[in-house]
Every structure is written in structure tokens, then in C-alpha cells.
């Protein structure tokens, strides 16, 4: 198993799945193209190196490493040629080594190279804009390291996510980390301490790294852990120079900075992972105090937009999995879970009915999960039986199954994704439910159509009743007198 981005590489060209590109490109508009026509390659696309971007000489730039199911499969040690639904089942079955063993290192691969002053992030990385219409140069695919700020040194509750960053000048970043994020949480709490929060944005890590820093895990869970628990393979860290944080050693470049208290600034707008721009907001701002790197590093991008990309590909079964074991701790009929379409906006349940209008009631569980909250709006049910993965399999049972308003639920005004063009007015949404599973049959008829009637005597009973506790009233209080 690969535990860095480099012998991962080297993993993807023996495998033939990595391409060399020397042509001179310019950086606006051709690396673009470049990424997206990679993206358009489909399930067996390879990861690209480009060695020759105007005004970047001697820097290099990779794009589409997590690109294709063939990259993925490679990247859990499995054959390329294993299909998707059998991905899912074997990280499922890995699931369970959680924790994973972890180990620090003197030395770090990603320090060889130390900047203190005078470095320009415009000049220092080969930058590009994702999409036409984009604000900026981002970062598409960085790790970022935080951690609680009310529990210093706790691995558990020290995140490494992948949100997008914007670079606005040599040594500052804006972030967005939106309020169901981990890092907002420790972005709230710094704040109302009035500190700074030590972040570490990490680029060119252990493509499984990249996989779980994806993953809508449990705040309490690690990353890193998860990580190695999946990998089989112990993962090496090191602090960052202050301290605070863990950094992967084997990164190829590590900015090292904080979040600056109470400041916003204006980022944005970028081509998402729904197809379409968010507009510009105002958002967090990152000070870089100090940036780290390999002797001949590698920056690290992803294309993101239109669908299907490399950000489909990378969020797609670390969505799928959590929710999976989620709604089975409760629901065994559950078979799979297929929730790889923009993050989980839409999501296929393939389960087994325990009596009738049962799937309805898978689909509330997933609907209430963590990432359903505010990701999942559309939720299809099929049967058990019905490969989830396959499009074609879904379709029939949709043709088939569905019987009109019996089986499609619209629930109004529910949490929605923000970014969601569909989210009006953002942040909020619904939920559909399209049941496409084989109806149970009704229950057989156990109870008698006709009314239970008044007894006759009740109300004998009654008075004799009342007098009788009359009497033991009277024989209390002449007791107590």
C-alpha cells in the first residue's frame, strides 16, 4: 500500500493509470482543458503530470490522481480492474480496523525544504483557475489540519478536512468551512476566545489521507487513524513547528499558519461540486506564518464542476459508507448504500422490506444521519436485491415499481447543502422519497369492523365501587383523628 503521494505514483504508471505531459501549457485556459478532458476519459482515466506550465518553469503539477475507479481500486491495494460495488464492500470490511496505527517521525520528508520569510505563494505553486469564472486560484485538494481548541493535543478531535481555499496574495488564503464542517467548530471557539486557530494546509498527501480528509466522519473520529486502518499500514506524522498540530511527513508541501480572529474577507465565486458557481462570500482568512516542502515538490490539484470529475470520484464511497453503517446499526435489511452523485444529494438504498412501507422508513433513518441532515435530498429505494451501483438496474425498478403518490414523498422546508443551486434560499431544502420497492402485502384482517360497545353492569360497579371507597375514606380520617 502506497503512504505517500510519490510511491502512489509510481504505483499508477507501472499500473499504466499515470501520463507524463512536457508540452508547454499556459495556465489559463489550456491546464484547465487539460483537467477537464482527463475528467472526460471515464472509468479507467489516468492521472496526469504536467512538467511544463508558462511561467512555472521546473514546477510540477499533477491532476486526476483519484480520477477513475481504476485509480481508486488501485489505491486499496485491489486489482484495477475490480468494480465499484466491490469497492464498497471492502472498505466496508475495513471499517472495523479502526484505529489504525499511527507513528512520528524525526526528519520529515516534508521539511526538507523550510521557508520562514519572503516566499510568494502566487510564484512558489503552479496555480491555475479550476473554472473560468472563478474568483481566484484555489486549492482544490488541500488537507487542512486543525484541532478543538478546548482540547489541545487530543488526536480524536484534531481534523484534517478538504475545503476550498482561495489564494489572495503571497502569504494569505481565504477558507470556506461551512457550519456543519469540523473546522467551523473550531474556528467558533477560537473565536469567542479571541485566539487565533493553528491550521496546517497540507498538499500532496497519502492518496488515502485524501480519501478519509473526504469523509463526513464522526467529530470525535480521526482522519489519520482511519487512515492507517484502511491502509493496513502505519501512517507517519510530525508536529508542525509550534507544536500544536500533527502533519503528515510524507506531504509535499505543508503551509503552516492560523486563522485570523474575527476577520472575513471577500472569496469566491468557484465552480462547486453541484455543476454550477456559488457566488462570492465573505469568509475566513488564513495567515501563513511559514511554509515546508520536499527538495523537488509536487503540487496536487483536483478539477471540480461539472459532473462526472475526480472531486465525484474522490467524495464518492467515503459518502457512501458512513451512511451505510449508520442506517444498518438499526435497519439490518439495508444492503448498500450508492450516494456517490454531488456529495450524497442524491442517494440509492437498496434494502430489504420487513413489512409494508418499511423503505419509508429507511429513507427517514438516512434522511436524519449526520451527512443526511443537509446533504441528502432525493433518497430512491430499491429492493435488496437491486444493485444500487447500477444505473441500469435502478431504472427498472423506478419504470416498475413506482405507484404515483403512494410512493413519492415531498417533505418541505428541510436543511439543504447551501451550495445547493436548489437550496432556496440557501441552507434550506427538502426531502423526496421515490420508493421503487416491491409492495408488501397488507397485513391480514385480525379485528372485528364493529365498535366495542358499553358494558352493561358498568355502572353498578361503579357506585358500589364509590362507596366502598367512601367508607375506607371515613375509616382513614376517623383513624387520624
Known amino acids: 500500500m502506497s503512504r505517500d503521494l510519490r510511491s502512489f505514483l509510481d504505483l499508477l504508471e507501472r499500473e499504466g493509470q499515470l501520463v507524463h505531459c512536457y508540452d508547454e501549457l499556459s495556465p ?6 487539460l483537467m477537464r478532458g482527463a475528467a472526460d476519459m471515464g472509468p479507467t482515466s489516468p492521472a496526469v503530470m504536467l512538467h511544463n ?4 518553469r521546473g514546477k510540477r503539477l499533477v491532476v ?8 481508486h481500486a488501485l489505491m486499496l491495494g485491489l486489482p484495477k480492474t475490480t468494480g465499484l460495488k466491490e469497492q464498497f464492500y471492502e472498505i466496508d470490511r475495513r471499517w472495523d480496523a479502526y484505529p489504525g496505527e499511527l507513528t512520528w517521525v524525526d526528519g520529515p520528508a516534508c521539511r526538507q525544504v523550510v521557508l520562514e520569510r519572503g516566499f510568494n505563494l502566487l510564484e512558489l505553486l503552479p496555480l491555475c483557475k479550476i473554472n473560468e469564472h472563478d474568483g481566484g486560484f484555489y486549492l ?4 487542512v489540519v486543525s484541532n478543538d481548541p478546548d482540547r489541545p493535543g487530543d488526536l480524536d478531535t484534531e481534523n484534517v478536512g478538504i475545503y476550498r481555499l ?15 464542517h ?7 471557539k477560537a473565536e469567542i476566545q479571541g485566539q487565533p486557530l493553528p491550521v496546517a494546509v497540507c498538499l500532496g498527501v497519502d492518496p488515502m489521507l485524501s480519501l478519509m480528509a473526504s469523509t463526513p466522519l464522526r467529530y470525535d473520529q480521526s482522519e489519520y487513524k482511519y487512515s492507517a486502518a484502511l491502509s493496513s499500514t502505519p501512517l507517519e506524522l510530525c508536529k508542525t513547528f509550534d507544536g500544536n498540530l500533527n502533519v503528515p511527513a510524507g506531504a509535499e508541501f505543508v503551509l503552516e499558519g492560523e486563522v485570523v480572529p ?3 474577507v471577500p472569496e469566491g465565486p468557484f465552480g462547486e461540486f453541484t455543476g454550477g458557481y456559488s457566488g462570492a462570500r465573505r469568509q475566513v482568512m488564513i495567515r501563513v506564518k511559514r511554509v515546508t516542502h520536499r527538495t523537488d515538490p509536487i503540487l496536487e490539484n483536483l478539477y471540480i464542476g461539472r459532473s462526472w470529475n475526480e472531486c465525484d470520484t474522490l467524495l464518492g464511497l467515503p459518502t457512501c459508507i458512513p451512511i451505510y453503517r449508520q442506517i444498518k446499526e438499526t435497519m439490518p435489511e439495508v444492503r448498500a448504500v450508492n450516494a456517490l452523485y454531488q456529495h450524497g444529494l442524491t442517494a440509492i438504498i437498496a434494502t430489504g422490506s420487513r413489512f409494508g412501507g418499511y423503505a419509508k422508513s429507511v429513507a427517514f433513518r438516512a434522511a436524519s444521519t449526520p451527512h443526511g441532515i443537509a446533504n441528502i435530498k432525493n433518497i430512491i429505494l430499491v429492493d435488496g436485491d437491486v444493485d444500487p451501483f447500477d444505473l441500469n438496474q435502478v431504472m427498472w425498478a423506478m419504470s416498475t415499481r413506482i405507484r404515483g403518490p403512494q410512493d413519492v414523498i415531498v417533505i418541505p422546508s428541510t436543511p439543504g447543502h447551501p451550495l445547493d443551486p436548489g437550496s432556496v434560499p440557501a441552507g434550506m431544502s427538502c426531502k423526496v422519497i421515490i420508493d421503487c420497492t416491491t409492495p408488501e402485502p397488507p397485513e391480514p384482517t385480525m379485528r372485528d369492523v364493529r365498535t366495542v360497545g358499553a358494558i352493561e353492569g358498568a355502572a353498578h360497579f361503579q357506585g358500589l365501587l364509590s362507596d366502598l371507597q367512601s367508607d375506607l375514606q ?4 376517623g383513624v387520624g383523628a
Do not use: C
Request: hydrophobic share 35%.
Open 140 to 143: 482544490s485538494k488541500a488537507s
Open 64 to 71: 486526476n490522481v483519484h480520477g477513475s475507479w481504476a485509480n
Open 262 to 264: 474575527g476577520v472575513r
Open 53 to 56: 506550465i508558462r511561467g512555472y
Open 28 to 33: 489559463e485556459p489550456e491546464v484547465r482543458a
Open 182 to 188: 469540523d473546522v467551523a467548530v473550531h474556528i467558533r
Open 166 to 180: 482561495q489564494v489572495l496574495s503571497g502569504d494569505t488564503l481565504a477558507m470556506q468551512g461551512l457550519p456543519f
Open 474 to 477: 371515613h375509616k382513614n380520617d
